[in-house]
């Protein structure tokens, strides 16, 4: 920050911008919903969290999927879809490796960029050997 002219300024003028856009959400809903219909896309709204995973299970369903990927999704985080699309019968597999190894563990991410931070590398070691049979080796060096 100390090395950024006119932080604060920059700080400000993004909170504005956010706060503007919240304001008018309804507006930038529409003028999102219109680039998307005019290239054939579908637009779903959902009223919360799970009205979202409803939308996107159904979907699924109605598509016949079995696999899901998923890359870095930190919206499908807070809706719990992996849950959601797990308990409707399609696997989820993340394409990330920190999120991943936190699938694997059974967790929520840590981070939004780094979901595995706090895992060491023998929890890591650990959690792929229990649930991938990959043998657990201490030399790193090792292929």
């Known amino acids: 920050m100390a090395q950024t002219p006119h932080w604060e300024e920059l700080r400000r003028q993004?909170?504005?911008i956010k706060q503007q856009t919240?304001?008018?959400l309804p507006y930038y809903l529409e003028q999102l919903t219109r680039a998307v219909r005019s290239v054939r896309g579908h637009v779903h709204l959902a009223a919360d969290a799970e009205d979202a995973s409803r939308i996107i299970r159904d979907i699924a369903r109605?598509?016949?999927?079995r696999l899901c990927v998923k890359s870095k999704s930190m919206?499908?985080?807070?809706?719990?879809?992996?849950?959601v699309m797990e308990d409707g019968g399609v696997e989820i597999v993340e394409t990330d490796l920190g999120e991943f190894i936190?699938?694997?563990a059974g967790e929520t991410p840590f981070?939004?960029?780094?979901?595995?931070?706090?895992?060491?590398?023998?929890?890591?070691?650990?959690?792929?050997?229990?649930?991938?049979?990959?043998?657990?080796?201490?030399d790193i060096t090792r292929p």
């Open 62 to 65: 109605k598509k016949d999927v």
């Open 111 to 138: 981070h939004i960029v780094a979901p595995a931070l706090h895992k060491t590398r023998r929890q890591v070691a650990e959690i792929f050997e229990t649930k991938l049979g990959v043998p657990h080796e201490e």
């Open 14 to 16: 993004a909170h504005t």
């Open 75 to 83: 919206t499908s985080e807070e809706i719990d879809l992996n849950h």
């Open 102 to 104: 936190i699938q694997l």
């Open 22 to 24: 919240l304001d008018n």
